[in-house]
């Protein structure tokens, strides 16, 4: 769907209860406190406009709308962060919006403009700055999202959508190298699929899954190829790596994986550092054998959210593999350090990948 731009001043209505107080920046759980406010626009009549900000609340929906019936329903996730000198600054939010649009055409929804979408960001997160916290692994977690918003229950693309911001201040996501099982039964995405796309029902279909690997004592599930499953694809929500002899490899973008933005920052820099990375298919065979004869030297997931999971225990096929001790793992540590630091300013941002706001 083809959009046009209706660049008019963001209306802001402030919040006149700020919840700031609430905050307790040295114990932040991801993912339940949200910001004071909040951004949103409509589609209509083929375009995007009434963009505003207002105090983070509930909002009136009709129970016929389509994104809860048929799923059109897409997001991004993306952070910003605090220097020492308390500048704010975003990650790659240029990529996020790229990303969300690839979402939005597979998923035939409206396409957001580059306008709206980076002034709701800049001019939100501005208003929140001081939501973004300055502590150690934390950031403000930034959701974009988008959905269906017809009051209509026949199964057609919406004409009508809504698109939303919200943040909310994070920590760690994992608190402990993640145990993961190899799936073999269920399936994340196929050829042909939405697997490369961030649409909400990719989570959803993930959930029953992941909850049978955790009464088994695992955090999360690998994925692996519908039509074998012997290769592997995603780590729960991340990007997967595995270093093997010291080459970096990952899973090839294709419709089944989703290109993360972290995941094409570690390839980026583990280039930058003269490492030999290899984007290919890699099968649990492989990792397994590569296990039996030591050269399994790391394995770890990459997100927005967790930045780097790095992975302490395989389960496959009824048995477990032992990964090396995390705290000697050569690359896994040093690209997350180098991420932390090119965040917080602490290094050259050679590759223009922070966006400073206000
Ligand atoms: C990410 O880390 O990029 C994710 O997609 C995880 C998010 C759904 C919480």
Do not use: C
């Not at 150690?136 to 919406?158: A, C, N």
């Not at 490492?275 to 990792?287: F, L, P, W």
């Not at 048995?319 to 090119?342: H, M, Q, T, W």
């Amino acid at each position: 769907m083809v959009t046009t731009t209706a660049i008019k001043p963001i209306k802001v209505q402030k919040s006149t209860s700020l919840r700031i107080k609430e905050l307790d920046y040295n114990n932040i759980t991801f993912g339940k406190l949200f910001s004071d406010h909040m951004f949103y626009a409509d589609f209509k009549n083929g375009q995007w406009g009434d963009a505003q900000i207002l105090p983070y609340g509930p909002i009136p929906m009709s129970p016929a709308t389509s994104a809860l019936h048929y799923g059109q329903a897409i997001f991004e996730g993306m952070k910003a962060y605090k220097n020492d000198k308390g500048e704010v600054f975003l990650f790659r939010p240029l990529d996020n919006h790229k990303r969300i649009n690839i979402s939005a055409e597979r998923m035939a929804m409206a396409t957001i403009t580059q306008d709206i979408f980076m002034s709701g960001l800049t001019e939100l997160v501005n208003l929140d700055r001081d939501w973004v916290p300055d502590t150690d692994g934390s950031s403000l977690y930034i959701r974009p999202f988008i959905i269906g918003t017809d009051e209509f229950i026949g199964v057609k693309p919406s004409e009508n959508y809504r698109f939303y911001i919200i943040t909310s201040p994070a920590g760690k996501y994992y608190n402990e190298p993640v145990k993961v099982l190899v799936e073999t039964n269920y399936i994340r995405a196929v050829e042909g699929g939405v697997g490369y796309v961030k649409a909400s029902g990719n989570y959803g279909r993930s959930l029953f899954p992941a909850k049978l690997a955790q009464q088994r004592g695992y955090h999360q599930i690998i994925w692996t190829d519908a039509r074998n499953h012997r290769y592997l694809e995603e780590s729960g929500t991340m990007n997967l790596f595995v270093v093997i002899d010291d080459v970096l490899i990952t899973p090839p973008l294709g419709d089944t994986i989703l290109a993360g933005i972290t995941r094409d920052s570690v390839v980026t820099l583990a280039r930058d550092w003269k490492m030999k990375v290899q984007e290919r298919k890699v099968s649990i065979d492989e990792v397994l054998d590569a296990h039996k004869n030591g050269t399994l030297e790391d394995a770890f997931g990459t997100g927005t959210a967790a930045t780097i999971a790095q992975i302490s225990q395989i389960g496959f096929e009824g048995k477990d593999y032992f990964l090396p001790p995390v705290e000697g793992r050569i690359f896994s540590n040093r690209v997350a350090k180098e991420l932390d630091n090119i965040r917080k300013g602490k290094v050259a941002d050679v590759h223009n990948w922070m966006y400073k706001i206000g």
